[in-house]
Nanobody
Framework: QVQLVESGGGLVQPGDSLRLSCAAS????????MGWFRQAPGKEREFVAA????????SFADSVKGRFTISRDNARNTVYLQMNSLKPEDTAVYYC???????????????WGQGTQVTVSS
């Protein structure tokens, strides 16, 4: 079992930045990768970004490329999602998840956090 705790969400204005954190209770073979997903009201959950713990391989959704970065602190079992140039359409609940590979497919992830709200509004 892996517990995930997200933090860092909040209310910001368009163009602002936020950094989300996701701390994992432990890393296992099945938690090779950590991904971020988001779900806006009335919409399906969508992939945002993912990274592997070991190789540092990353993947981003086209909608966030160039604005979001993902990094990790292996010693703290923590992954960060740095979100810059935020737009109103980035408003959603953001979830982190761990799984065996870097992929945009949510079904591949085994454990999920509780989510943190990000609201971008003027």
């Amino acid at each position: 079992q892996v517990q995930l705790v997200e933090s860092g969400g909040g209310l910001v204005q368009p163009g602002d930045s936020l950094r989300l954190s996701c701390a994992a209770s432990r890393r296992t073979f099945s938690s090779y990768a950590m991904g971020w997903f988001r779900q806006a009201p009335g919409k399906e959950r969508e992939f945002v970004a993912a990274t592997s713990w070991s190789s540092g391989r990353t993947s981003f959704a086209d909608s966030v490329k160039g604005r979001f970065t993902i990094s990790r602190d292996n010693a703290r079992n923590t992954v960060y999602l740095q979100m810059n140039s935020l737009k109103p359409e980035d408003t959603a609940v953001y979830y982190c998840a761990v799984g065996p590979k870097v992929t945009a497919t949510s079904d591949a992830y085994n454990y999920w956090g509780q989510g943190t709200q990000v609201t971008v509004s003027s």
